[in-house]
Nanobody
Framework: QVQLVESGGGLVQPGGSLRLACAASGTDFSFAVMGWHRQAPGKQRELVASISQSGRTNYADSVKGRFTISRDNAKNTVNLEMNSLKVEDTAVYYC????????WGKGTLVTVSS
């Protein structure tokens, strides 16, 4: 059973930075495409960034140049470095594991507000 646990969310001012982390257990992490998605109030969940088994990354246009996704296959972790945060980045951020099936963490709240 794949388990994903996110951490690192919180309250930050516009222009600030946060680093999210996702720890995976119960699986061979290296086979999966890992991703971060987010869901803002009243909106659909959307892909923020993903990283393939080989390290190829993909970003939503809205976060390109500001967010960086990375993975450590030895530690079964995937991180999301978020810089120059905007109010519109406020959302619950979910870690996603994709290999045959999709698995999701419970999410971590990021609030960008002055």
């Amino acid at each position: 059973q794949v388990q994903l646990v996110e951490s690192g969310g919180g309250l930050v001012q516009p222009g600030g930075s946060l680093r999210l982390a996702c720890a995976a257990s119960g699986t061979d992490f290296s086979f999966a495409v890992m991703g971060w998605h987010r869901q803002a109030p009243g909106k659909q969940r959307e892909l923020v960034a993903s990283i393939s088994q080989s390290g190829r990354t993909n970003y939503a246009d809205s976060v390109k140049g500001r967010f960086t996704i990375s993975r450590d296959n030895a530690k079964n972790t995937v991180n999301l470095e978020m810089n120059s945060l905007k109010v519109e980045d406020t959302a619950v951020y979910y870690c996603n594991y994709k290999y045959v099936l999709d698995y999701w963490g419970k999410g971590t709240l990021v609030t960008v507000s002055s």
